[in-house]
């Protein structure tokens, strides 16, 4: 990729050479689609062409139209019909904590990566940014200007206002013409049951559901000493108190939610998974390792 972009760097892009997107949900046949091929016996028939991105298989290459147009481009055929991946990113005034990565930066890189991997392996991948309501809704695509148009609108993001993610995602769900992998990025600060109640009609259409909890250290542990002021970042509200007497009350309530996000997430066959900023976001990409 010529351009320089903040949320996939190039050193990104030379450590996801061993990775592919191969969610298990895929290799294991629970989406059907991708392997099912248009074509009659063992023949192929040419579809249309698709320009390269870096980790494409140079074999592909159509080397003819290379002479041409001194540019790469992939013959694609009706064999290789496409999955949609959708991303969903928590662009909420949360999302804002932390520092060196903020839960939004941290989010971001994950979602840059992840929507490059879904593109290089012929996919289409969709991005939607919420926090009360939807904010900006990218269909899915598949060719590497639409990539563009996703790494673009995401370094121009910033957290906005109060998390919303059940309505959020019901306003969602009429925009997703094709089901496929979803996945969600957020600090999850909503109801457990008013959110995956909105996860129901994803799941009838046979959605697979990939969960991403983005939290902090300091969310974690609270590690502050003395006396410090809280501020809510969504609702503006501060309380001052010692963090010691604090401490205790906190940790039981953040892992009662957490461990409600996990047991709701079992019983739905979705996958959850807690991601702290503090580990490096490619190591979230095993989840979709067949």
């Given at each position: ?45 040419f ?7 870096p ?5 592909l290459v ?17 064999h ?13 005034a ?10 939004l930066?941290?989010a ?19 991005l ?16 590497h ?56 009609p ?10 991403f909890?983005?939290l902090?250290?300091a ?7 003395g006396l ?7 609702s503006?509200?501060r ?5 010691a007497?604090v401490?205790?009350g ?7 939610h ?19 900023t503090d ?7 095993e989840?979709?390792a067949?």
């Amino acid at each position: 990729m010529q351009q320089r972009y903040k949320y996939l760097r190039p050193e990104d892009i030379h450590r996801l050479a061993g990775f592919a997107f191969a969610p298990k949900a895929v290799v294991e046949g629970y989406y059907a689609g991708r392997h099912v091929s248009r074509a009659r016996g063992s023949s192929v028939e040419f579809r249309d062409y698709r320009q390269y991105v870096p980790g494409d298989d140079l074999a592909l290459v159509d080397w003819r139209v290379f002479g041409r147009t001194d540019r790469f481009y992939l013959r694609t055929y009706d064999h290789e019909t496409s999955l949609d991946c959708h991303l969903f990113l928590d662009s909420s005034a949360s999302m804002g904590f932390g520092r060196q990565p903020s839960k939004l930066e941290y989010a971001s890189f994950f979602t840059a990566c992840l929507a490059y991997l879904v593109i290089r392996g012929g996919d289409r991948v969709s991005l939607q940014l919420f926090d009360r309501r939807i904010r900006t809704f990218i269909p899915p695509g598949g060719t590497h200007q639409h990539l563009n148009a996703l790494l673009n609108l995401l370094e121009r993001n910033a957290p906005g206002e109060a998390t919303s993610l059940a309505a959020s995602l019901r306003t969602a769900f009429p925009l997703l013409k094709r089901r496929g992998i979803l996945v969600v990025v957020s600090d999850f600060f909503d109801d457990p049951a008013a959110i995956f109640e909105a996860f129901a009609p994803y799941l009838h259409r046979g959605f697979k559901i990939y969960l991403f909890h983005v939290l902090t250290p300091a969310e974690l542990e609270l590690s502050e000493q003395g006396l410090v002021a809280y501020r809510d970042l969504e609702s503006g509200q501060r309380v001052t108190a010692h963090a010691a007497d604090v401490r205790d009350g906190y940790r039981q309530a953040l892992n009662r939610h957490i461990q409600a996000l996990r047991d709701w997430a079992t019983r739905r066959a979705i996958d959850y998974t807690v991601a702290r900023t503090d580990t490096h976001f490619h190591l979230l990409f095993e989840g979709f390792a067949p």
